[in-house]
Each structure stands twice: as structure tokens, then as C-alpha cells.
């Protein structure tokens, strides 16, 4: 599997708001990953968060759906 691009970064170098937010022990890869680009994480959930809570489809099956989805794309993600 080929190495990913983005190294995640340390709680030390996330926007104060996201460590103030975080569990500790918690695996938080997502806004580890993000915290590169705080706006675009922000953007990101601004349209991801309605595709996954509105709706009549439970988030389970949506949740369910994309990572079928995934990896019929083979999406090592």
C-alpha cells in the first residue's frame, strides 16, 4: 500500500478550537488531517454533516452505503 502524502499532525499543531473539541485517547485522523487546511475541513463539513444527518436514510445505512461505495473503488481510505 502506498505511503499517504499527508503526515497527521500533532495535537500541538491543531487550530485551539479543534484540541479544545477532541476526547483524549480519541483517534481524530480526520481533523488530524485536516488540520493542514483548517478552512477546507470547515467547507468539508459544512457539506458533508446535512448528507449524513437530514434525510429519511438512517446515517447508518448512509455510513454503510459509502463505505460499500469505497470499496467497490477500491479506496485503501
Same mark, same amino acid.
Given at each position: +500500500?502506498? !505511503? *499517504?502524502?499527508?503526515?497527521?499532525? #500533532?495535537?500541538?499543531?491543531? *487550530?485551539? /478550537?479543534? @484540541?479544545?473539541? +477532541?476526547? *483524549?485517547? %480519541? %483517534? =481524530? #485522523? $480526520?481533523?488530524?488531517? &485536516?488540520?493542514?487546511?483548517?478552512?477546507? &475541513?470547515?467547507?468539508? =463539513?459544512?457539506?458533508?454533516?446535512? $448528507?449524513? @444527518? #437530514?434525510?429519511?436514510?438512517?446515517?447508518? $445505512?448512509? !455510513?454503510? +452505503? @459509502?463505505? @460499500? $461505495?469505497?470499496?467497490? =473503488?477500491?479506496? /485503501?481510505?
Amino acid at each position: +500500500m502506498p !505511503e *499517504p502524502r499527508l503526515r497527521l499532525l #500533532d495535537d500541538e499543531e491543531l *487550530p485551539a /478550537a479543534w @484540541r479544545e473539541r +477532541m476526547t *483524549p485517547g %480519541q %483517534q =481524530n #485522523d $480526520i481533523l488530524r488531517t &485536516f488540520g493542514h487546511h483548517a478552512e477546507m &475541513f470547515d467547507r468539508w =463539513n459544512e457539506f458533508y454533516r446535512p $448528507i449524513m @444527518r #437530514d434525510g429519511s436514510v438512517t446515517m447508518r $445505512i448512509k !455510513e454503510l +452505503m @459509502r463505505l @460499500r $461505495i469505497a470499496r467497490l =473503488n477500491e479506496c /485503501a481510505v
